[in-house]
């Protein structure tokens, strides 16, 4: 089963992914194998769409889910309470500002919402200086949930570390 890092450990890490309410398990399970391949820590915010021994979770996850390190929190708070909220991307396809167009740093977290409505729009009015996009086409709505994970945690890696990808 994954590990569950004390908060003073949580600067080891290159960069953190928040799943805020996660609804669908094989998403899920990509983006731990994601986490585990890059060395990203992995917070679920609850409530979770699918129970944690979810088969589709463990099938998309493999045998590196057991490597993972992985935080479950009840809300965002949580996560604004042990990594600040200054280190917090938010991903929104409602977002003006490009994934590109910013500056990641070491130890910051990549928040994404649920793949039904994304982030609630409070979390968003509250720092929309920390609100960016994957620029899409005008016919698609959103990416898949994996997909923008492995996106935006690849253009964060690239910036803090070129060497490590």
Known sequence: MPSDHPVEDLDRFK??????????????????????????MLWLVR???????????????????????LRI???LDEVVAAL???????FSTKA????????????????FGAESRGLPSSWR???PDRLVRIPIGAEARSLNLSNAVAIGVFEALRQIDPDAI
Request: net charge negative; glycine share 8%.
């Open 125 to 127: 009015d509250a720092r």
């Open 73 to 75: 929190v009840d809300d």
């Open 15 to 40: 960069l953190h992914v928040v799943l805020a309410q996660p609804e669908i398990a094989a998403n899920v399970g990509n983006i731990g194998r994601t986490c585990v391949a890059v060395g990203a």
């Open 84 to 90: 600040g909220r200054d280190r917090l991307w938010s």
């Open 47 to 69: 409530p979770l769409g699918f129970h944690l021994d979810d088969r589709h979770r463990k099938r998309a996850g493999l045998d590196y889910w057991e490597h993972l390190s």
């Open 96 to 111: 003006t500002q490009s994934y590109t167009k910013v500056e990641y740093r070491q130890g910051e977290a990549l928040v």
